[in-house]
Each structure stands twice: as structure tokens, then as C-alpha cells.
């Protein structure tokens, strides 16, 4: 199994960017294809990002494109989000998953195995 812990969330204003860390734990990292989701307040949690295994193939959510983009260190077992141009739209708990499945909807959140306890980012205008 592997565990994850999400870190780097904060308070920032319109615009401003922020990187998330999603340090992973008990498997091997580079095995697992690695997803961020988003939960704004009173609304589904949504995908954001996902990146391969291999690192090869990376898709994001038609809100993010452009903006944020995903990245791994599997040296340091750690996958990360960087976030630019932030708005206040991506206010929201974000979490990383982990799925290791060959076979996977990146963007279906029962295909993920294991996630982390979410940190916060705040956007204010």
C-alpha cells in the first residue's frame, strides 16, 4: 500500500502561485500513476491533474490547463502541483491519489486506490 501526505497549501491572492507536495510513502512510487482532485466548499470533489507512472503522459481538467501543471521526483517519492495564476474559482481542499492499475479512468476517483488527507488552498480576490 502506499500512504500519502499532501503539504504547501495556503492563503494567497488572485494570481499568485503556490506548489503543492504530495509525499508518498510504503510501495514503490514510480508503479503508481498519481492524480490530483480539488473540493471546493459545498461542491464534488473534481479532478485537477494526473501524471503516468512513467511520467510520459500527463492530463489536466479544462479549468487548470494552462496554469498549473504536474510533476514527479521519484528519487524523492514525491509528486507535485504547481499552481499559477491562481483564482479565487480554485479555492478548494486538494488531495493526491494513487492508482496503479494498468487499465484506469484518470478522471473516475473509485479507480484510485489510496489518497491523502487534503490540504487547503485559498484564493481571495
Known amino acids: 500500500q502506499v500512504q500519502l501526505v499532501e503539504s504547501g497549501g495556503g492563503w494567497v491572492q488572485t494570481g499568485d502561485s503556490l506548489r503543492l507536495s504530495c509525499a508518498a510513502s510504503g510501495s514503490t512510487f514510480d508503479n503508481y500513476h498519481m492524480g490530483w482532485f480539488r473540493q471546493a466548499p459545498g461542491k464534488e470533489r473534481d479532478f485537477v491533474a494526473v501524471m503516468s507512472g512513467s511520467g510520459r503522459r500527463t492530463y489536466y481538467a479544462d479549468s487548470v490547463k494552462g496554469r498549473f501543471t504536474i510533476s514527479r521526483d521519484n528519487a524523492k517519492n514525491t509528486v507535485y502541483l504547481q499552481m499559477n495564476s491562481l483564482k479565487p474559482e480554485d479555492t478548494a481542499v486538494y488531495y493526491c491519489?494513487?492508482?496503479?492499475?494498468?487499465?484506469?479512468?484518470?478522471?473516475?476517483?473509485?479507480?484510485?486506490?489510496?489518497w491523502g488527507q487534503g490540504t487547503q488552498v485559498t484564493v481571495s480576490s
Open positions: 491519489a494513487a492508482v496503479d492499475a494498468i487499465n484506469y479512468d484518470y478522471k473516475r476517483q473509485t479507480d484510485y486506490s489510496y
